[in-house]
């Protein structure tokens, strides 16, 4: 048995899961959209209740200064590998029930819920998922230390490997190549959607329109800064 099949298949979330936390003590760090957590194992285990399941074993306050109240979350993960059901795999996570801002005390409605959503990605993390954000390694569009990105899938034998020449002129007088366009973002995972979202933001330009129309607008050095970035993160797949 591969040990690291599930944890490679789970480590990387795309970037459309992936946004920047703006501001207060964690700004800077990656927040993780947590359907895509579930919809990641859904793909590798099944549905949940049938291939991976959890329950929450606990849930409880604890006081802490200045009447603010803080809310946990104990949970159990479980998953089904040929047929048979793993070990409990525990997390804990935390949120605030009664939380200290400007205009006063905030209570929530929703501190358990969160706080278990918290904690479920501290039990998923243990098998792998998103672990290369966890790990400080995947920024959403590159690694930063190149030997911990994952080891490339083997090519199947129906496929036609793309070519060095395919790979290494991307562009012909200015034009973007459709068909290296199309190959490049099946390989990384990008949708067209998620292509102009990257555009728009990192370039601030208006991204309305299909995505070739966008592009055509673009000029060299921008177009070449996008080539740059699909190719870099191409590389780093293997493919």
């Not at 009664?98 to 501290?122: I, N, R």
């Amino acid at each position: 048995m591969d040990n690291l099949k599930y944890y490679n298949a789970l480590r990387q979330p795309p970037p459309e899961a992936l946004k920047q936390i703006q501001g207060g003590r964690i700004g800077g760090k990656t927040d993780i959209n947590p359907q895509w957590r579930y919809k990641a194992m859904t793909e590798q285990f099944g549905p949940c209740g049938v291939g991976w399941k959890y329950n929450i074993e606990k849930l409880w306050l604890e006081p802490a200064d200045s009447g603010q109240v803080c809310a946990f979350s104990l949970v159990n993960v479980w998953v089904k590998i040929d047929g048979e059901w793993s070990e409990p795999i525990p997390g804990i996570g935390g949120s605030m029930l009664t939380e200290q801002e400007k205009a006063g005390l905030h209570v929530s409605d929703e501190c358990f819920k969160m706080a278990t959503t918290d904690a479920l990605s501290v039990a998923l993390k243990m098998l792998g998922v998103a672990a290369d954000i966890y790990a400080g390694a995947w920024d959403g569009s590159r690694y930063k230390d190149q030997s911990a990105k994952p080891a490339p899938e083997a090519t199947k034998s129906t496929e036609k490997p793309p070519t060095e020449e395919t790979i290494s002129k991307p562009q012909e007088e200015g034009r973007l190549d459709p068909d290296w366009l199309a190959e490049t973002l099946g390989i990384i995972h990008w949708s067209e959607k998620t292509a102009l979202s990257w555009i728009k933001s990192q370039m601030k330009v208006p991204a309305d329109g299909s995505l070739n129309e966008v592009l055509n607008s673009l000029d060299a050095t921008q177009l070449k800064v996008f080539v740059d970035h699909i190719s870099s993160m191409r590389e780093s797949s293997g493919k």
